[in-house]
């Protein structure tokens, strides 16, 4: 009898195990899910926004006459997105910014790279400033509030950090400058006020806004999305590699510390150098 007892117990458990081991992958895949939902929330909006900028980005590069009409039709869709959804609106609008750009461009012929890129970067900085203090107006963004001991040591560490993505991008774009007919101190100079409207519109606005709207992953990938599709050009496609690296590490950088400072000082640094090497090696 015992034996009996011994063995119907046994096969208890066994008939438990083998319950646990069938309903394990639905509770996982359920645990899963809801660690995951909200990492997606209002993904769609993510995809829907890199697909219009994508979508005008190239065509403006393949067929330009085309780009002009696919770029109005972009801001369109961003205007509809935006008065469609409240919960998006705000990106939407910060988004919208590089058609709008990108149109002004196109309406106002330059002769050269160099002024196409000012009037470009200038529309950017103009409407990224504009647009960050309206909607900064009833609700104040926060931001790492440092010590002047922790900006000095924050400032030079980011510089260094500037400095390296800047060598890397002389390794990979030492043949491809395209601001040969510009003398270097307007360069140097101009670059920096790019490094500004770039994280004034990229950080500043899109991934900030999009940190409301999404999880903190979507918001830096869609900034870094946007930031390399905004850099493509006719002269290598090296560019949006390199801006791919770049926007990778500024949109981590904000993310972790919500501080443009620090990530302008990256940026300003990184084109700095990067031309501080084309001057000292490729131009003397």
């Not at 104040?140 to 040591?153: C, I, N």
Request: hydrophobic share 55%; net charge positive.
């Amino acid at each position: 009898m015992p034996d009996d007892t011994t063995q119907a117990e046994a096969t208890g458990k066994s008939d438990s195990t083998f319950k646990k081991l069938i309903t394990a992958p639905n509770k996982f895949a359920k645990l899963t899910y809801q660690d995951l939902k909200p990492v997606f929330k209002n993904g769609w909006a993510m995809l829907a926004i890199v697909a219009v900028i994508v979508a005008a980005q190239l065509m403006l590069l393949d067929r330009p006459i085309v780009g002009v009409y696919v770029n109005a039709a972009a801001l369109a869709l961003l205007v509809g997105l935006a008065l469609w959804k409240e919960k998006v609106r705000q990106l939407a609008i910060s988004v919208a910014i590089i058609p709008v750009s990108t149109m002004i461009v196109l309406s106002l012929p330059q002769t050269t790279t160099f002024a196409r890129e000012v009037v470009f970067y200038d529309a950017i900085l103009i409407l990224g400033l504009i647009y960050r203090f309206m909607f900064t107006l009833d609700y104040p963004l926060g931001f790492t509030k440092l010590t002047m001991k922790g900006y000095a040591q924050s400032l030079a560490l980011m510089a260094v950090l500037g400095e390296v993505l800047g060598l890397i991008g002389y390794g990979m774009l030492r043949h491809q400058y395209i601001f040969s007919k510009t003398s270097l101190p307007l360069v140097a100079a101009t670059i920096v006020v790019f490094a500004l409207a770039e994280e004034t519109l990229f950080r500043g606005l899109i991934q900030q806004r999009a940190h409301q709207a999404m999880h903190p992953f979507l918001a830096a990938m869609l900034s870094t999305i946007l930031f390399t599709f905004a850099s493509i050009n006719t002269t290598t496609y090296l560019a949006p590699l390199f801006s791919l690296i770049l926007g990778a590490t500024l949109a981590y950088t904000y993310a972790k510390k919500q501080n443009l400072v620090l990530t302008f000082t990256i940026n300003a640094a990184a084109k700095l150098t990067y031309l501080g090497l084309m001057a000292t090696f490729i131009f003397r």
